[in-house]
């Protein structure tokens, strides 16, 4: 085979292959993971704050936004946050979200992609969007005393008539992770 030849059939073998690879994204793919392979799970690629959100957040949060007692809730829960002010400003300044490694811009669309995904029901009507300005001043102020920031907020939320007890917004503390 000549040398030319040779290349167009490598050219013809990558291109193949990346037809295939497209064809396989949209349906899911396997991962090198042995329990996911194990039981035969496959993964649909995702982009964006999706995928910021499930690099950044879901390996505590879930997939779903429900996890381990520990950790609390997003599902049918955040939304109520944004009602209030200092629940506002809770969301951004919480240890997981003000520390994140990406940039203002990338954590502000995460945060509100996660309210829109799994607390959209919950959110004030008229709800204006995090923007990089105010996420990066919240951030730079984290919260440190997270049980009594928290309580402090979710009173406020209870005053307010946002939720109906403490309960309403309550998870397991005692064990992390
Ligand atoms: C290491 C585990 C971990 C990671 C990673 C993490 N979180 Fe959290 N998150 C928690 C825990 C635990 C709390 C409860 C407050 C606390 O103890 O810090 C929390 C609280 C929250 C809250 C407030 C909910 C409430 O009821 O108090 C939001 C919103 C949130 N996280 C979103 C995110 C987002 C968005 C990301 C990714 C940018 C993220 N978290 C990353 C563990 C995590």
Redesign the pocket.
Known sequence: MSRRARGLAGLALLLGCGAAFAAAAAEGMPVPDRLAREQGLLVRPVTGAAE??SR??Q???GHHGVSVD???S?KD??GR?VHVPEGRA??AR????AF?H?SDER?AG??NW?LRTYSASELPAGFVPYGAQEVGSLRRDP?ND?GRE?AAVVDALVAAGIVADRAA?A?G?DR??
């Open positions: 910021d959100f950044h957040c390996g505590c949060h520990e950790v609390p997003l829960r955040i946050f809770y969301l919480v240890p997981g979200v994140a990406l954590l995460v945060l996660a919260v997270v928290r917004l998870f503390t992390r992770y």
